[in-house]
């Protein structure tokens, strides 16, 4: 049996981002661009670019170009977008409510199946056809629905005990946005985003960038 390709986490946070280009070069009604023109749209050098795809396989020809719509494809295939995967938010506050309504969602094949709050006065919301339901219910819905991936955006004190929960209802992945490190057996898959961090590596850039500035 072949040993499997190790791909880097920069190489693949990279994908998304020329999945993205390359379906608003699609709009344009372009039909083949080059490594050095997606190169500049994006910021990234057309060296870069041909390292990561030629990561997955041959793509392009040489002297020619991509095809766009090929490449889609070929993209949305290596990060399974051209799956259908069914997703939750756990936790009703401003940002969960803006996930909630996010539209672009379901245009990458994740479709929101549930929403789970404990506060009484949202139990029975209906968001976009979704009614919200208490985080007790979740093993029997996350199971009615095969729903994948979770999404957390509770408090930091509730956010393990959520993520418990999670694991207990067989979630396969979780999109954690809560304030704190979580723990997951190694089975789930788990990306997090902390908000806070992201801002204060751009304070920290700015302060040295702008030093006077107030």
């Known amino acids: 049996m072949k040993n499997q390709v190790i791909i880097s986490k920069a190489t693949i946070d990279r994908l998304p981002l020329y999945f993205r280009t390359l379906k608003f070069i699609q709009q344009e009604g372009i039909e083949i661009i080059s490594s050095e023109e997606l190169g500049k749209r994006i910021g990234v050098t057309p060296e870069q670019i041909r390292k990561d795809l030629a990561s997955f396989g041959q793509f ?3 002297g020619v170009g991509y095809y766009v719509r090929e490449l889609i494809g070929n993209i949305s295939e290596i990060l399974g977008l051209h799956r259908s ?7 009703l506050g401003h940002l969960g409510w803006a996930l909630a309504n996010y539209p672009n969602f379901s245009s ?10 404990v506060d009484l006065s949202k139990i029975g919301l209906n968001i976009k056809g ?16 095969n729903i994948h991936i979770a999404i957390i955006t509770v408090p930091a004190e509730q956010a393990q005990d959520v ?3 999670l694991v207990a209802a067989n979630i396969k992945g979780i999109w954690n946005f809560a304030p704190v490190k979580i723990k997951v057996p190694r089975h789930i898959l788990l990306a997090s985003e902390d908000l806070s961090v992201g801002l204060s590596s751009l304070s920290y ?3 040295r960038a702008f030093p006077d500035s107030k």
């Open 163 to 165: 993520a418990d929960q």
């Open 108 to 117: 990458l094949g994740f479709n929101m199946k549930a929403i789970f709050d």
């Open 60 to 62: 392009g020809k040489k």
């Open 205 to 207: 850039h700015l302060t």
């Open 130 to 145: 979704i009614e919200v339901s208490h985080i007790r219910k979740m093993p029997e819905i996350i199971a009615e629905h």
């Open 85 to 91: 995967w069914n997703m939750s938010i756990v936790g």
